[in-house]
């Protein structure tokens, strides 16, 4: 189809072609963030063992929406393929809305590779086989009255790491292997009256109840920890696959085992089709995950405001350049504000709490328009040249 048909700016930014990392982040208000990132096909040719950073990827897209369908993913992708040309492979987490994305991309023609990022795929692995588990809520359950137990106490340097509760399997082997090394600080036998073990013990709530749970759960995660940091350090190519196979023969259950297996399975296969199992093809989204958490922290203010994020996303990927430096001193005040004519919570908070503000002030227009910034595009407010790339500033309701 047309909309898909590579350009030659494409071609000049990948000459070697590349993977397309997406992901949306959570809510900030009524904004949701999708963003797309482009990593070099022949990156771990050109840094073996090293897994892909912010400074390895570039930022062809970020737009902000109340809502993500597999429909609008779908339609941003095309209006991003039609500026830099098909990826390899998309690399996504397994969101119904990404694949339902990818889904309809093939429909129309496309050639659609879909790479399941392995730190997602191996958290719903665990979250199968333990979420069930008869102790897993009173393991949980008991960290968090731990947690408490210590903090503010001489042994507040024992807590427990904090671990969302969204998402909670995507990090829960470090709660595991935390309660592990506290346990093994308590050996048999009494504890002196008021000594420092004495004071653990009395933390413990029902942790020591739990050890079956925590010695399955580790000996069953730690083998896919191994092999975690192999694939992301070198991506899947002969050399990794064969290593992980060794490691997966020693996962206990059956059911975890197998499936790894399947999936390595599938990806090296992929790999192999794309004439990449020599030097290795990225199974990651880890690097679009750090970008949505610096974006957050720096520059947002009190209020994590969708837009204003947004606008600084892509200057936070790739490696900056003395000409990024001076393409910035150069833009004025006034060119600034010119782009940032969009909602912003940060100025209706302000002109709300201000005295004699009142709710009115907030914008309850749903056709407000909302940040779009695509790599290439030759309409927009606001151009920013960038180590060759243009990045033109749109907004979502202009054609």
């Not at 339609?75 to 309809?104: C, H, N, W, Y």
């Not at 991309?105 to 496309?110: F, I, R, T």
């Not at 990022?117 to 665990?126: E, G, M, R, Y």
């Not at 989204?285 to 009190?302: C, M, N, P, W």
Request: charged letters at 25%.
């Amino acid at each position: 189809p047309g909309a898909l048909t590579p350009t030659k700016k494409g071609a000049s930014l990948f000459p070697n072609g590349f993977f397309l990392i997406l992901d949306a982040s959570i809510g900030l208000g009524k904004g949701k963030i999708m963003t797309l990132l482009a990593l070099d096909a022949n990156h771990y040719r050109h840094n073996p063992g090293v897994a892909p950073a912010l400074q390895h990827v570039q930022c062809v897209a970020v737009c902000v929406a109340d809502t993500w369908t597999g429909e609008s993913i779908e339609t941003l992708l095309e209006k991003v393929i039609s500026q830099i040309g098909m990826p390899l492979a998309f690399i996504k987490d397994g969101g119904s809305d990404l694949g339902k994305a990818v889904r309809l991309l093939g429909e129309k023609g496309a050639s659609c590779l879909s790479i399941d990022d392995v730190s997602h795929f191996v958290a719903n692995l665990l979250k199968h086989e333990y979420q069930k588990h008869p102790l897993f809520d009173v393991f949980i359950s008991s960290c968090g009255k731990v947690s408490k137990m210590l903090k503010q106490t001489i042994l507040a340097c024992l807590a427990p790491p904090k671990v969302s509760t969204k998402a909670r399997f995507m990090n829960v082997h470090r709660l595991v292997e935390w309660a592990s090394r506290l346990l093994a600080h308590s050996p048999s036998g009494r504890a002196a009256k008021g000594s420092l073990l004495q004071k653990l013990r009395d933390s413990f709530d029902q942790l020591p109840e739990c050890k079956t749970f925590i010695h399955d759960f580790l000996l069953d995660v730690e083998p896919l920890m191994a092999c975690q940091k192999i694939l992301k350090n070198k991506g899947i190519s002969l050399e990794s696959f064969d290593a992980c196979n060794l490691i997966i023969e020693t996962i206990p259950n059956r059911y975890i085992r197998e499936e790894f297996q399947d999936w390595l399975i599938r990806h090296i296969v992929m790999a192999d089709t794309l004439g990449q199992h020599e030097c290795g093809i990225p199974i990651s989204s880890d690097s679009i995950e750090s970008l949505f958490g610096v974006a957050k922290r720096h520059g947002t203010g009190e209020i994590k405001d969708a837009n204003r994020i947004a606008l600084r996303i892509p200057a936070l990927c790739g490696v900056p350049t003395r000409q990024d430096a001076e393409n910035v001193l150069k833009i004025s005040v006034k060119e600034q504000q010119q782009v940032e004519t969009l909602p912003s919570l940060i100025k209706q908070r302000r002109d709300v709490m201000k005295p004699g503000g009142c709710l009115e002030a907030i914008n309850q227009d749903d056709a407000r328009q909302n940040v779009e910034l695509i790599i290439g595009s030759k309409s927009g407010q606001k151009h920013l040249d960038n180590t060759d790339k243009t990045v033109a500033y749109e907004n979502n309701n202009d054609p």
